[in-house]
């Protein structure tokens, strides 16, 4: 089946540092990429998304690229700060029966940013 | 706007119970999703529902139930409860159901099956 591989699933960075987190998906159907961060105990929030028609988006720290010929999309965060520390989810739209809105999601990055 | 709601927060059942977890959301969205996250997994699509009266089944649909009879409710029901569906669930939702749009996550329930 249809999968989305992310790595690494653990990332140590100092602060200040950038972190790079990395995922590659199956399915060529696939149109969205959300990037999700979940912190202990809470939901996954949205952090950032991009479109197939948009090679990269920036939101401040925070950057993804995505190549759909190799089929990778990547997070960037730059001057990294403790309260990055969190796991972070990349996704892929995917359909399933009549649907192209569902999601398959990466195993997730556990990211960590030392004082 | 209340966003997404789950009850209840925190389950514990016995195998072979049955029970219903519980998710509304206020922001007339047509799309609602039920996700699994266990760990080192990642989250996994269980049901999912393009509209009232419309569900379909995603990537880990065994062993649960859904209905769609309003536009705010997706209950997820587990009919006979076993330890392998000891998890936390998310329910999540977005305004369509076209592949860009944001989906939005409820606070999750915490269920242990013994």
């Known amino acids: 089946g249809e999968n989305v591989e992310q790595h690494p699933s653990t990332l140590s960075v100092q602060e200040g540092d950038s972190a790079v987190i990395k995922c590659t998906y199956s399915?060529?159907?696939?149109?969205?990429f959300p990037w999700y961060k979940q912190e202990l105990g809470k939901r996954p929030q949205l952090i950032i998304d991009?479109?197939?028609?948009?090679g990269e988006k920036k939101d401040q720290r925070i950057a993804v690229t995505l190549n759909k010929t190799a089929k990778h999309f990547s997070l960037h965060i730059t001057e990294t700060q403790p309260e990055d520390s969190a796991v972070y989810f990349c996704?892929?739209?995917?359909?399933?029966?009549?649907?192209?809105?569902?999601?398959?999601f990466g195993k997730g990055t556990k990211l960590s940013v030392k004082p | 706007n209340a966003g997404v709601t789950q009850t209840p927060k925190f389950q514990v059942l016995k195998t072979g119970q049955s029970m219903t977890l519980q998710c509304a959301q206020d922001?007339?969205?047509?799309?609602m999703s039920w996700y699994r996250q266990d760990p080192g997994m990642g989250l996994r699509l269980i049901h999912y529902?393009?509209?009232?009266?419309?569900?379909d089944q995603g990537e880990v649909p065994n062993g649960y139930n859904v209905s769609r009879s309003t536009t705010e409710d997706f209950p997820l029901r587990l009919l006979s409860a076993a330890p392998s569906q000891t998890s936390v669930y998310f329910c999540?939702?977005?305004?369509?159901?076209?592949?860009?749009?944001?989906?939005?996550f409820g606070p999750g329930t915490r269920l242990t099956v013994l």
């Open positions: 999540a939702s977005s305004p369509t159901a076209a592949s860009t749009d944001t989906q939005y």
């Open positions: 399915d060529s159907a696939s149109n969205y």
């Open positions: 991009i479109r197939s028609n948009v």
């Open positions: 996704a892929a739209s995917i359909g399933y029966g009549g649907s192209q809105g569902n999601l398959i």
């Open positions: 922001m007339n969205h047509e799309y």
């Open positions: 529902s393009v509209g009232a009266g419309i569900t």
